[in-house]
């Protein structure tokens, strides 16, 4: 710089002068010359080692996405912002959805951006400011009444499809009471919507939305002075902060809600907030209009159903009307002409009669056939039988001769006998001076036992 402004003219001339002389002649060492990048890093080790990690809290701005998953914006107050990154580890983490203008609390490391030089936040994790105790009374809450059962899908009922009334809990100066009425109205006005109006926001809330609900449910049985019944309640909100939806965690309004003698459809906040009323409520939904919608199906669908039941109907009272009258024609033109009944039952006996004349003396036919048959082959087949029967009385006799005792005593052998004449087969029991008697072929013989030998 001071070469430079020796350009000026002399008086700068001679400043420069003695700039050179001060140089040559002081003792200190030069000040150290940097490379960019080596200071960046320098800066950044000092960062490090001074601050992180660290917390900051402030508002969101100019908040994106990219396609890589990683999310880029800015912290800011009224005096001061600073530059945010936020990688896509991070930012899968996140149970909200960042929004500009949203007041959060971040954490994270302080960085020197090398390729600008630009001092950045680098975010680990980023939560809604103040979120911290209310998050913990919200876990805390929501598992004291999930164990006393208070979320238990069997305890969850059915929405009606064509609900006779509907209450709305709202309040009257919220943007989703036009949202849910501008809803109802364009799928069916026909339907009558009773509205216990309460506040949305703030200490009164709780109380006031407690007695919202009991009031329509007081008047669930008769409404609008029509006798109408409730068949369900819509308890809805537009979005806001955690702070801003703190009067939908109140333990009395969801002990309030399980008292209700028809289903309730909480429609709080955005798609991404959810409170105890959302757990307790008979079915949630995303938003106040998305909740109007799940109540009411749309009249023109309803017409069309209710034009395809009529066609139905038509087509099927015209096919009964066509066949009764058939039915009606055949019964006249019995009726008108009895003497064609006649003919027809006279055609039908004769029928019959034929059928049986024809049947008896195909019957007698056979039958005389069949006799015939067998008296021709009578002859034949006594012979047959004659014959062979006349076969097996020789072979009968043949077998019976073979089996006569006497030839068996013709080649030798002897029957022996007692004295009683009972056949002697064995030595066992003849003893010496026992008297047999021994047939032959021929004739007998008397016989003295004198000895027994057993073999």
Not at 26 to 39: C, E, G, M, Y
Not at 179 to 208: K, M, T
Not at 420 to 441: E, K, M, N, Y
Request: aromatic letters at 4%; charged letters at 20%.
């Amino acid at each position: 710089m001071a070469q430079g402004a020796g350009f000026g003219g002399p008086t700068a001339g001679s400043g420069h002068t003695r700039a050179l002389t001060m140089s040559a002649t002081d003792s200190s060492p030069a000040p150290r010359v940097w490379r960019v990048d080596a200071l960046c890093r320098a800066m950044a080790d000092m960062l490090n080692a001074r601050f992180n990690p660290v917390r900051v809290s402030g508002e969101l701005s100019g908040f994106s996405r990219a396609a890589s998953g990683h999310c880029y914006f800015s912290l800011k107050d009224q005096d001061a912002q600073i530059r945010c990154a936020m990688f896509k580890r991070a930012a899968t983490n996140l149970d909200f959805a960042p929004r500009d203008g949203e007041l959060v609390e971040v954490s994270g490391r302080l960085d020197i951006y090398g390729p600008r030089g630009d001092l950045q936040l680098i975010v680990e994790g980023m939560r809604r400011h103040g979120q911290g105790s209310l998050f913990e009374d919200f876990l805390r809450l929501k598992a004291r009444l999930e164990a006393l059962g208070l979320f238990d899908p069997a305890r969850k009922r059915p929405l009606k499809a064509m609900p006779r009334a509907i209450g709305l809990v709202t309040s009257l100066g919220a943007a989703a009471l036009h949202d849910v009425a501008s809803a109802l109205n364009r799928r069916v006005p026909h339907i009558p919507v009773v509205l216990a109006a309460s506040a949305v926001q703030g200490e009164a809330a709780p109380v006031e939305l407690v007695r919202a609900l009991q009031s329509l449910y007081a008047r669930a049985h008769d409404v609008d002075g029509a006798g109408t019944p409730l068949d369900v309640i819509l308890l809805v909100r537009g979005g806001g902060s955690m702070e801003d939806l703190w009067a939908f965690n109140d333990e009395q309004l969801a002990l309030t809600m399980c008292e209700s003698p028809v289903p309730v459809v909480s429609g709080v906040g955005h798609e991404t907030d959810f409170t105890i009323a959302d757990f307790v409520a008979d079915l949630r939904a995303p938003t106040p209009t998305a909740a109007a919608e799940l109540v009411a199906t749309p009249t023109a669908v309803c017409e069309a159903a209710a034009d395809v039941l009529m066609d139905r109907l038509a087509n099927a009272s015209h096919r009964t009307l066509d066949t009764l009258a058939q039915r009606l024609d055949r019964l006249a033109s019995r009726a008108g002409r009895p003497s064609g009944a006649v003919a027809v039952h006279a055609m039908r006996l004769q029928g019959l009669a034929h059928r049986l004349r024809s049947a008896a003396a195909s019957q007698l036919s056979a039958r005389t056939l069949h006799a015939q048959t067998l008296q021709t082959q009578w002859p034949a087949a006594r012979q047959t039988w004659l014959r062979l029967n006349t076969e097996r009385l020789h072979r009968v006799e043949l077998r019976l001769g073979l089996l006569d005792p006497s030839l068996v005593l013709q080649r030798g052998y002897a029957w022996l006998s007692d004295a009683q004449g009972v056949p002697v087969s064995r030595t066992a029991g003849l003893q010496p001076g026992d008297a047999v008697c021994a047939t032959l072929a021929d004739g007998t013989v008397d016989l003295s036992v004198t000895a027994v030998h057993h073999i």
